[in-house]
């Protein structure tokens, strides 16, 4: 079974690096023609940041591949010899959050990168050294304290529980919709500043909007997102009683009263049309068919890495081939969220109008400088949203993409 297990990581490994070649050909042939939806200048930095990023992916994949071959020929061995712990439970949370911490440290150098190099270079980013220590120290320790009592808590499933894969889907299930619940709250709390929403004509209007639908919400805050970042975005955050609408401040700052309710009337969308629900149980199916996989995991497999099959080992097996797995499975989940998207962006302009959400999406892709097209194998990979191409054209809003592209995508 392990060696299956590496024939998808190796799937993985080559399809993830081609698709992200063939988005980099293709943005590069997009560049030499027309811009579309963009101005010219601005098409152009967003298509050199899609290049740019997708090259750091394809060295992040493969650097990634070379520590996964380590840990499995080595690291996981070594490991597990250094840490002589008796009682399992205690082995398991000292295994798992060292695994955690040493990828974590290996992985740092391209977040620092990205965040400070290339987001500074194309102006997204407004992280500084202080907050970027700050976040990281407040996010360790919440995964310190909390991430080790839940790794302690699916040790002791493991160990003690017979069948213990459906009991321990059920446990981290109900942790995720917890985490979902407290979200907006610990961000509140740790992160961010949320402020109720100084604009009240605004306020009014988006309380108007939410009446309208039936949805409640504990109120409508604005979020200093931009003491991070420069890009706009909304959510709905939350779950229940905590359930609240965040706006970064910088799309409060960019987009007209209409063109932020039409935004808004497309996360409605998702409300009303109960896609949260179906999300929530999509992901509870996938996460049912990971913990199919790994509670049922072969002897053979412990035995070729050299290891016990014990808590501390099979979580760490569930985390280094669990992205894999998801990869494979993401096209499904994706094309079904890009069906929900179009739903969305129907309700969200009957609600407000085409205009007003088509200007908000226009915008929106402008001040994030995101390159508005994308090679067809890569949507159908990463794309959770249908390319604003194909949202602009339902919603009404001619656009021409170059036939020379097209021709030369097939080539």
């Not at 695994?99 to 290339?118: D, Q, R, S």
């Not at 459906?166 to 992160?191: A, E, Q």
């Not at 609240?244 to 063109?259: C, I, M, P, W, Y």
């Not at 808590?311 to 097996?317: A, F, G, H």
Request: aromatic share 16%.
């Amino acid at each position: 079974m392990l060696e299956l297990l590496m024939i998808v990581y190796c799937y993985y490994l080559f399809i993830s690096v081609y698709v992200s070649f063939m988005q980099i050909d293709y943005v590069k042939k997009a560049l030499n023609l027309k811009p579309i939806i963009l101005e010219g200048n601005t098409y152009k930095i967003a298509g050199n940041y899609s290049i740019e990023k997708e090259k750091i992916a394809i060295v992040s994949t493969l650097y990634d591949f070379v520590i996964f071959i380590l840990w499995i020929f080595f690291g996981l061995k070594y490991l597990d010899n250094i840490i002589v712990i008796e009682n399992s439970i205690i082995k398991a949370i000292v295994f798992v959050d060292l695994f955690i911490v040493i990828n974590w440290l290996l992985g740092l150098p391209f977040a620092l990168y990205t965040t400070f190099v290339l987001d500074k270079k194309y102006e997204f980013s407004n992280m500084t050294k202080e907050l970027f220590i700050k976040d990281t120290l407040k996010s360790g320790a919440l995964f310190l304290i909390f991430g080790s009592i839940v790794i302690g808590v699916v040790a002791y499933i493991i160990d003690t529980l017979p069948m213990w894969w459906i009991w321990g889907f059920g446990f981290i299930f109900c942790v995720i919709l917890l985490i979902n619940m407290l979200y907006p709250v610990i961000r509140d709390k740790m992160f961010d500043k949320f402020e109720p929403l100084q604009d009240t004509e605004l306020a009014q209007k988006i309380e108007n909007l939410l009446s309208s639908v039936g949805f409640k919400s504990s109120g409508v805050f604005s979020v200093d997102a931009s003491k991070r970042d420069n890009r706009l975005n909304a959510y709905f955050g939350g779950l229940g009683s905590t359930k609240r609408v965040v706006l970064f401040d910088t799309l409060v700052q960019k987009l007209s009263h209409n063109e932020l309710l039409a935004v808004l009337g497309h996360e409605l969308g998702h409300f009303k049309n109960g896609d949260i629900i179906k999300n929530i149980g999509i992901m509870g199916v996938v996460m049912f068919v990971f913990f199919a996989i790994f509670g049922n995991l072969t002897p053979e497999v412990f035995f070729t890495l050299g290891l016990l099959e014990e808590p501390s080992t099979i979580i760490v097996l569930f985390l280094i081939f669990s992205a894999p797995l998801s990869f494979f499975l993401m096209p499904i989940i994706s094309y079904i969220s890009r069906k929900n998207e179009y739903a969305a962006d129907k309700f969200g302009s009957d609600l407000q109008s085409k205009e007003d959400l088509t200007n908000a999406l226009l915008k929106l892709v402008n001040e994030n400088k995101s390159f508005p097209i994308s090679h067809k194998y890569y949507v159908f990979f990463y794309y959770s949203h249908p390319p604003l191409v194909e949202r602009l054209k339902e919603l009404g809003f001619k656009v021409d993409v170059p036939q020379d592209l097209d021709k030369s995508e097939m080539k």
